[in-house]
């Protein structure tokens, strides 16, 4: 399958730095990129849709100012946690689709990101 | 609201033996569907896709898609140990590219 990869794998930081974490398609470009958030033991949750090119579509409730996404390329998005608080340590993971936007294009996860904020 | 739902289990099988995973979706428009390993602390891993109905088989995998009665399950013949994972179940479709994911099956492949 594709090669989605992550940088950094794990972060620890004080509470207000910010964080920046670099999500790359290896083998393939992305028109779409996706950020999720995991907190232990429970399911994915959708944070925001990357286009490249374009500004980031965030889901309900997730605040575009404090997690900044830039999808400058088809193989780079980035996701930057601004003045992080311990509330947001988590599992950042982010995931890319093959080929063009729709239904029949398979996602690829990367390894995921592993934030602690102190 | 689409909604994919999955028992978040744990199903436990013995060694050997076929762990059958379920999946309902409730949009029927939906036209892709995804199945994800996922071990613990880990992301999640493609390991199969359907979009028609029917069986689809990749080694010890079958997909098996049912759209009439919007269901998908993946069997995993032969279970190991090493099969021991979260399977999570992601459907597209039906307007939109992005997938909307069950919370997750708990399986536990026991010696």
């Known amino acids: 399958g594709a090669v989605v990869s992550q940088h950094p794998s794990r972060v620890i930081c004080k509470s207000g730095t910010s964080v920046k974490i670099e999500c790359r398609s290896l083998d393939f470009q992305a028109t779409t990129m996706f950020w999720y958030r995991q907190f232990p033991k429970k399911s994915l949750m959708l944070m925001a849709t990357s286009n490249e090119g374009s500004k980031a579509t965030y889901e309900q409730g997730v605040e575009k100012d404090k997690f900044l996404i830039n999808h400058a390329s088809l193989t780079l998005s980035t996701l930057t946690v601004t003045s992080a608080h311990p509330e947001d340590s988590s599992f950042y993971i982010c995931s890319a689709n093959t080929g063009t936007s729709g239904s029949y294009n398979e996602q690829f996860f990367g390894p995921g990101t592993r934030l602690t904020v102190l | ?111």
């Open chain 2, 1 to 111: 609201q689409k909604e994919v739902e999955q028992n978040s289990g744990p199903l436990s099988v013995p060694e050997g033996a076929i762990a059958s995973l379920n999946c309902t979706y409730s949009d029927r428009g939906s036209q892709s569907f995804f199945w994800y390993r996922q071990y613990s602390g880990k992301s999640p891993e493609l390991i199969m896709f359907i979009y028609s109905n029917g069986d689809k088989e990749d080694g010890r995998f079958t997909a098996q898609l049912n759209k009439a009665s919007q269901y998908v399950s993946l069997l995993i013949r032969d279970s190991q140990p090493s099969d021991s994972a979260t399977y999570l179940c992601a459907v597209k479709g039906g307007g939109s590219y992005i997938p909307t994911f069950g919370r997750g099956t708990s399986l536990i492949v026991h010696p």
